[in-house]
């Protein structure tokens, strides 16, 4: 073969980048999407994990923002808006942007036989902006009367917490979120009357959102302030 019939060689490797969770061998850490933004960035959609705080660790959604050099920019982990029992909290399978700046997401969350849709969407920074979710697959739906609201106070707050859940509202939980939309914290309620302490190691003075969702999917935000 004469050097005019060499192929040519591959095309270089421009950079190369580890985005994530560093997770075990088979472990689903991966984008399921990635769009080009009007910014000139790019966003990918996928799942990735959250480390507990017990050395478990649970399957969220990923959407993760980074440049066309490959320089990461910001990331947001967020839970899928269901009261599940396991660990695989969903999985973000589709991105795009609105005309807005605003990216939307969409994913599924699965346990059992149950598949419940959900869509998430976030400021052009990754700030959470909305978060709702649609009734599973597997179920019929129904027109349901809205329960009485639930109560959270005092507020402002010195980080221990009383939740009042209105008869009929059902088990519940309840999860609290800083201003840059992750999650810090997230807690099952059940009765009429739950307390909460906040760990001070995750919660200094400042402004948080708090999210009660009911398993029958009704769901409350609240502005709560802490103080010294």
């Not at 349901?144 to 088990?171: F, M, Q, W």
Request: negative net charge; proline residues 6%; glycine residues 10%.
């Amino acid at each position: 073969m004469s050097a005019d019939e060499c192929p040519p060689s591959p095309t270089p490797i421009e950079w190369l980048r580890h985005f994530g969770f560093v997770a075990r061998l088979g472990a689903d850490v991966i984008f399921w999407d990635i769009e080009l933004l009007s910014d000139g960035h790019y966003i990918g959609a996928g799942e990735s994990f959250v480390q507990e705080s017990n050395s478990s660790a649970r399957r969220v959604g990923w959407l993760h923002k980074f440049s066309p050099q490959g320089d990461s920019l910001w990331e947001n982990l967020i839970d899928a808006p269901f009261p599940l029992s396991d660990i695989n909290r969903g999985t973000l399978a589709g991105v795009g942007e609105l005309s807005s700046g605003s990216i939307v997401a969409a994913g599924e969350a699965i346990e059992g036989n149950q598949r419940y849709i959900w869509l998430v969407k976030v400021t052009p920074d990754g700030c959470l902006d909305t978060l709702c979710s649609v009734v599973s697959a597997a179920e019929e739906v129904v027109a349901v009367e809205k329960a009485a609201p639930a109560k959270l106070y005092p507020n402002p707050s010195r980080g221990s917490l009383t939740v009042d859940l209105p008869g009929g509202y059902g088990a519940a939980t309840i999860a609290f979120y800083n201003l840059q939309g992750k999650m810090l914290l997230r807690q099952n309620l059940s009765g009429e009357r739950n307390v909460i302490n906040l760990p001070k190691g995750l919660f200094k003075p400042g402004v948080y959102i708090a999210e009660i969702i009911s398993v029958s999917g009704q769901r409350e935000r609240f502005k709560l302030i802490l103080t010294q």
